[in-house]
């Protein structure tokens, strides 16, 4: 199946699952979310694997929250996700659909321990810190917004006058854009709003598999 945009109702889904996040509203609304939210998801995330499956496998993610440690038990997410990576945290491609319209993201959304210090590693160094300075001030510059969580205070082992320490300071470290609901989210258009931002990931995802990589530690 060919991506054709999304679905007609897929915002409005969405806008009443923020109001109604209950087993009931799902249920009622569930061919809506499988016919305008989940099927041109995969679709569209099908037509990008041909240039960007090089990368790592593709994957959908499930539209339930886990709640086991959270406060708010409230059972789904209110966006439909998708993701293209070899492995958490070593670089991903990512794109969204959901009450802010798209969004396009990538970069490092989860560092495990190993790999954060791999990335304070390479961020420590000039060439390969340099280089990541380099990318995401090019980004920022061409009206990215530079995300993560970041320690209030330096990282233990660098000086506060590290010529990379706001990089030094991040635990995960991504870029996002976003564009707002609009026609252009329900035809293919879509599509290539998501390969252009997708290309213009790639130096900090190649980055990312580069001097970070997948975690070696066991998963929980």
């Excluded at 599509?191 to 066991?218: C, F, K, Q, Y």
Aim: charged share 30%; glycine share 10%.
């Amino acid at each position: 199946m060919a991506f054709t945009g999304f679905g007609e109702y897929a915002i409005d889904f969405f806008d009443g699952l923020v109001v109604d996040n209950s087993k009931a509203y799902w249920r009622e609304n569930l061919p809506t979310y499988t016919r305008d939210v989940r099927a041109p998801m995969e679709a569209l995330l099908a037509e990008l694997l041909a240039e960007f499956g090089d990368f790592g496998e593709g994957k959908v993610f499930r539209p339930y929250r886990d709640v086991r440690f959270a406060r708010d038990k409230s059972p789904y997410k209110t966006h439909c996700g998708a993701v293209v990576e070899r492995g958490r945290g070593g670089g991903a491609f990512y794109v969204e659909v959901g009450p802010a319209g798209l969004r396009a993201g990538g970069g490092c959304f989860h560092l495990a321990p190993d790999q954060l210090a791999r990335f304070r590693r390479a961020v420590h160094t000039d060439v390969h810190g340099g280089e990541l300075a380099d990318l995401v001030a090019e980004l920022r510059g061409a009206g990215w917004e530079i995300c993560g969580d970041r320690l209030r205070t330096r990282p233990r082992g660098f000086g506060a006058d590290h010529p990379r320490i706001e990089l030094l300071r991040h635990r995960t470290l991504y870029a996002l854009s976003t564009w707002p609901p609009d026609d252009a989210l329900h035809e293919r258009t879509c599509l290539d709003r998501v390969r252009t931002a997708w290309r213009a990931l790639r130096p900090i995802n190649d980055w990312a598999a580069a001097h970070v990589g997948a975690s070696e530690l066991p998963r929980r």
